[in-house]
């Protein structure tokens, strides 16, 4: 009876099996790193930052995990892909922008939000033609940028409920990578200068 | 009734009769004309006086009435009165109440001062009326003085005393009791007024003042020597006087000398006021209350009787004032020259002569006014201006920092005429939380206005702003740099309620930024030229005539009404225009606005004179538009000329409506016509084209089918249909078919590689919605020898910078030779056949695809040669086999194979080849055939990255046939 017990309880256990729905979050992070260097340039002085660690998304995956004591492999994950000519055009696109809307950023007209998109922070110092530039661009760009996301996800066979996490993941990217003095909205909305 | 009580009864009736007997005996007595002359003979004889009467009469109880009464010594007075009537008391034994109705009485100056007096005549008079008297001073039978409309009602009048005389009497004007006491003889004399307040305690007040308080206390020394000039000095303090609804506290001194024959008089004169008070009851303005300083000098010429004041200054509170003045009294006053200037005129009192809310305002600064006055008092003409340099404004939304103005004006009762009236200001601001803000930097107006009573007051003139600028609470809608100026007129006519307003504006500068749109107005020049009524009973708004033009559109002529104005605006317009350029619309108001998100709009030229002629009501937000609309001479074409669609004629009668869901037309719709003349693409022409199409709410649908003669064969669009073409432009379904489309001309027109053959299809719907163009059915082209069937069609984005096609494809019976040879890939011969399902073309490049294309053998040749197996080679290697085929082609031009082709899917740039055959793990691209010479191509690397296929084909381009060794 003992014996057959043991069985039955092995049998169990190994009948246990882990179910993910996975999100790649650490090649997401490399890939929008990437994007927004390859973009924007990255910051203009490179600091020393911490090493980051290996997935930020890691720790809070939307996962199913059913009585598993199964390691998770995350850091072995492949990349993910970025090149196709919707992303290539759209990276084209924000590039070309970029440098249009470098200058109102360095003045502080326009700030990135805690979402990782572009907003119109201040309108000081603006004419109406530049009022009106900053909305187009800054328009243009979070189209392109929210473009970009449903790309990657497409791209990558990532369901469209994960695009709001491919723009979290960019959202810091913008965010580090964005260049000392230009203004970036806290989590509690708050504009602070970089 | 007892006996006593009917005594006094009878006793009366008795009196009562007796009264009325001795009353109708008196009357009868009086009005006998006997008893007059008598009367008036013995009150002559007893007096020295000459005395006259028309009639005399009796009124009980006791009063007298003498009509036209007439009394006078010659060469001394001359009395005249219309009516004078005598009330006696019985009890007092003296006259109770005396009124005399329009006297007057005329005095020889000479004949006063040669007078003596002789003593004091007591006389006590309860109550005195003098009504619409006049007096006369004369000196020989010269007139120097007339003092007409005199009115005196005096209470408790006392003539008389022991020495010179004493007179008392109320003075209800000024709530007291004076008293006049005169000593002296009538060439040297003190006369000296006491005002004492009057108890004001009722009938049972016994209380009295302890000290009794002087309102007024007045000092006249006269002294006459005979043959000298006179001198009069006055001096005079009042407290508390009541005048006009305020009390005065301050005094008054002047002196005053005469000449010798009483020619004329000079005078001086000084008043101080300790606090003057704010307002009066009489006059309309209020003003700054304080203490008041005031001198004159002056003169009086008794022959000319004329007075000239050389001198007036004032200081008080509300300003200083210096003024001359020459007045004329003749039998008229008339002012022959009058100046008055009144500087430092604290503009604060505006505070207090405003309405609110301009009475909660704050107005820092000072001003000053000049006054001319001339003529007779009756009908004076009156010019001068208010000016003022500075005025600092501050009051609820609205501040100025400096506002100067100058308002020269003209009064001849009973109109005013302000004549270039100038307002400069700077930096107006209205700034009010959660509403529009605007302001202006410099702001000048130019106006004269005509006032008369019971007409339109009418304002006129020109204004220039500069900028000015405003903006929406929520900064979506702002202008700023705003120049404006232009001529302007107001009307207001109170009788017919309207207030009516003409202006012709021109915007000389100025950038708009409403939405998403941007505007420099610089290079349009609008001009706003309206003339409307505003009806405030019915709030609203009557237009006229509203005219926009603007230098690069055209004009746009607006009549018709406003109404609800002040609440929810309902419109009832009627909008033309005859003129209109679409080509200036497009860039004015399209390419700048939106080329950022459709970049495609800076490639487009437009152009064409567009014409219309709308009914417009309902509210903003629902508005309703009915009439036609014009085009003539429209084009539309790439700027690089690459196409070209025009000239487009066009006619559409429409019915549109900004609510989606209002629906108002019913039945079939008033049709149009579009006419295109030629289209030009590719150095094709289409042949003209012509359509109906009608435009009823917001559907829009062509009637006829468009048919383009292209490429030697005919597209045929049909259908076409924008349901809601208004609020979703996008959104639209018709039907095409290509009949006969000729590929060579085509790939010729779009600069492809040359190949024949055919293009025929159809396709029954397309739809486009929410970004996403998709079609059903199918496209055939006959090239090659053989078939390619595309379906499924679909373009995501279309009119993005990143559209996307999609579609699938089915080709048989190609023939490998045509194929290979059009585009220089050696030669191939044999049938090719397969297909290309999900190719997917993203911003020009393919994105996706899952091909199956290979040889079908059909009994024909199937050779490849040593050129095609080199540029294969290249495709699936990445490597030049050029020496290696060298080699073999010293033997062979080409090889025999069984069969070729390959697998592929693109996805994400990664492109994964497979051969057409697997065989031993390995991927043959080409098989070769059982008889020599054949030959096998194996590709080894079957995924090859988008950027080294690109890199491959560029190489393919460049290897030619391998070298033969």
Redesign the interface.
């Known amino acids: 009876m003992f014996k057959r017990l043991i069985f039955l309880t092995a049998l169990w256990v190994s009948a246990c099996v882990t179910v993910n729905i996975y999100f790649p979050a650490a090649a997401v992070e490399r890939a929008a790193d990437q994007i927004v260097k390859e973009t924007w340039g990255g910051p203009a002085e490179p600091t020393q930052t911490p090493p980051k660690p290996q997935s930020r998304q890691s720790d809070s995956p939307r996962r199913l995990v059913a009585l598993t004591w199964t390691a998770e492999a995350h850091a072995q994950e492949a990349d993910i892909n970025v090149s196709n000519p919707a992303i290539r055009a759209l990276k084209d696109s924000i590039r070309n922008r970029s440098s249009a809307i470098k200058p109102f950023m360095d003045r502080g007209n326009i700030g990135i939000a805690q979402d990782g998109l572009l907003a119109i922070r201040s309108a000081d110092g603006l004419n109406l033609k530049e009022r009106a530039e900053t909305k187009q661009l800054v328009d243009a760009e979070n189209r392109d940028r929210e473009s970009l996301y449903a790309e990657i996800a497409k791209a990558n066979n990532i369901s469209r409920d994960s695009i709001p996490r491919i723009k979290a993941i960019f959202a810091t990217s913008w965010i580090d990578q964005a260049q000392s003095g230009w203004w970036i909205q806290d989590s509690q909305g708050v504009w602070r200068r970089k | 009734m007892t006996s006593l009580a009917r005594a006094g009864i009878k006793v009366f009736v008795l009196l009562l009769a007796a009264a009325a007997l001795l009353s109708l005996a008196l009357t009868a007595v009086l009005r006998s004309g006997r008893f007059k002359d008598w009367l008036l003979a013995e009150v002559s004889q007893r007096s020295g006086f000459a005395v006259g009467a028309d009639s005399l009469g009796f009124r009980p109880p006791l009063t007298f009435i003498v009509n036209a009464a007439e009394v006078s010594k010659a060469g001394q007075f001359h009395f005249t009165a219309v009516r004078l009537s005598a009330g006696f008391s019985l009890w007092s034994r003296t006259v109770d109440k005396l009124r005399i109705d329009r006297p007057t009485l005329s005095l020889d100056i000479d004949s006063v001062m040669k007078s003596t007096t002789t003593g004091a005549t007591p006389i006590a008079l309860r109550d005195v009326i003098v009504q619409d008297g006049s007096l006369t001073l004369k000196k020989g039978a010269q007139s120097i003085l007339d003092l007409a409309r005199i009115t005196l009602r005096a209470q408790g009048f006392n003539l008389g005393g022991p020495a010179g005389i004493t007179l008392s009497a109320d003075v209800p004007q000024l709530k007291g009791t004076a008293e006049l006491t005169v000593t002296g003889q009538a060439r040297d004399f003190d006369a000296q007024i006491i005002l004492h307040p009057k108890p004001s305690g009722g009938l049972f007040d016994q209380r009295k003042p302890a000290t009794k308080t002087e309102l007024l206390h007045l000092r006249l020394k006269l002294r006459a020597p005979e043959g000298e000039p006179v001198d009069a000095r006055m001096e005079s303090k009042f407290n508390g006087l009541q005048w006009a609804g305020n009390k005065l506290t301050g005094s008054l001194s002047g002196e005053a000398s005469i000449d010798a024959e009483l020619t004329s008089a000079t005078f001086t004169g000084k008043v101080t006021a300790e606090d003057f008070p704010t307002s009066f009851r009489a006059m309309p303005v209020k003003l700054a209350d304080g203490p008041l300083n005031a001198s004159f000098t002056g003169s009086y010429s008794f022959s000319r009787r004329m007075l000239a004041l050389q001198s007036v200054r004032v200081s008080a509170p509300f300003g200083n004032a210096m003024g001359v003045a020459r007045v004329d009294f003749g039998s008229e006053p008339i002012i022959s020259s009058a100046k008055l200037t009144l500087r430092d005129i604290p503009l604060a009192i505006l505070k207090m002569n405003l309405p609110a809310p301009w009475s909660q305002w704050s107005y820092d600064g000072l001003g000053r006014v000049s006054i001319e006055a001339q003529g007779p008092w009756r009908a004076m003409a009156v010019r001068g201006a208010v000016q003022c340099d500075t005025l600092r404004l501050r009051g609820g939304a609205i501040a100025a920092a400096n506002i100067a103005f100058s308002v020269p004006f003209e009064w001849t009762a009973p109109s005013w005429r302000f004549k270039q009236a100038r307002l400069h200001a700077t930096q107006v601001v209205y700034k009010a939380p959660n509403r529009w803000q605007a302001a202006v930097a410099k702001l000048q107006v130019e106006s004269s206005l005509d006032y008369q009573a019971n007409q339109p007051v009418k304002i006129s003139g020109h204004m220039e702003s500069t900028g000015a600028k405003f903006n929406s609470p929520d900064?979506s809608k702002?202008?700023?740099?705003i120049g404006l100026q232009g001529p302007f007129e107001f009307t207001a006519d109170r009788q017919m309620q309207t207030a009516t307003v003409a202006a012709k504006l021109t915007v000389a500068s100025g950038?708009?930024?409403w939405g998403?749109?941007?505007g420099?107005l610089k290079s349009q020049l609008p001009v706003l030229d309206f003339d409307a009524d505003y009806l405030p009973s019915e709030d609203r708004l009557r237009c006229r005539r509203c005219n926009f033009s603007f230098a690069n559109l055209g004009l746009i002529d607006v009549a018709g009404a406003v109404e609800g104005d002040s609440q929810a605006p309902v419109l009832r317009l009627q909008l033309s225009s005859q003129n209109f350029s679409s080509g200036g619309f497009f860039e004015f108001f399209l390419r700048e606005?939106f080329n950022?998100?459709y970049p495609l709009l800076d490639q487009l030229a437009v152009a064409g004179q567009l014409a219309f002629q709308l009914q417009v009501d309902g509210p903003l937000d629902a508005l309703n538009a009915a009439g036609a609309l014009s085009l003539q001479g429209g084009e539309l074409r790439a700027k690089s000329n690459q196409w070209q669609i025009g000239p487009i004629n066009l006619k559409l009668p429409l019915q549109i409506h900004l609510a989606q869901s209002r629906a108002t037309a019913r039945g079939a719709p008033p049709a149009g016509t579009l006419a295109i003349a030629s289209i030009g693409f590719a150095g094709q022409t289409a042949a003209p084209i012509a359509t109906t199409l009608s435009l009823a709410n917001n559907a829009l649908r062509v009637h006829q089918p468009i048919r383009l003669g292209l490429f030697g064969g005919v597209l045929v669009i049909d259908n076409l249909f924008w349901p809601d073409a208004l609020h979703e432009p996008k959104r639209l379904s018709f039907s095409a078919e290509a009949k006969g489309l000729k590929l060579e001309e085509l790939t010729q027109a779009m600069q492809w590689p040359r190949f024949s053959g055919t293009l025929t299809g159809s396709i029954p719907e397309v739809q486009s919605a929410d970004n996403l163009l998709s079609t059903r059915g199918e496209i055939q082209a006959e090239l090659f020898g053989g078939r390619i069937r595309i379906s499924k069609l679909e373009i995501e984005n279309p009119f993005s910078?990143?559209a996307?096609l999609k579609l699938d494809a089915r080709i048989a019976g190609i023939q490998l030779e045509q194929l290979t040879k059009t585009f220089a890939f050696g030669r191939i011969s044999g049938i090719l056949e397969g297909s290309i399902d999900n190719l997917v073309?993203?911003?020009?490049?393919?994105?996706?695809l899952s091909a199956d294309l290979h040889s079908a053998d059909r009994g024909g040749e199937q050779r490849i040669s040593v050129e095609a197996l080199n540029k294969i080679t290249v495709l699936s290697s990445g490597k030049d086999a050029g020496s290696l085929y060298g080699g073999l082609a010293v033997f062979f031009d080409s090889f025999r194979y069984s069969k070729l082709g390959f697998k592929a899917t693109l996805?994400?740039?990664?492109l994964t080849l497979r051969g057409v055959e697997s065989r031993n793990n390995q991927e043959l691209l080409v098989v070769g055939s059982f008889l020599p010479p054949t030959v096998n191509v194996v590709s080894h690397t079957q995924n090859i990255a988008?950027s080294e296929l690109l890199r491959r084909l560029q190489q393919i381009n460049k290897t030619g046939k391998p070298n033969v060794q």
Do not use: A, C
């Open positions: 900064s702002i202008g700023e740099n950038e708009i930024l998403k749109f941007f420099d606005t950022r998100q910078s990143l996307s073309l993203t911003h020009g490049q393919p994105s996706e996805k994400n740039d990664r988008f």
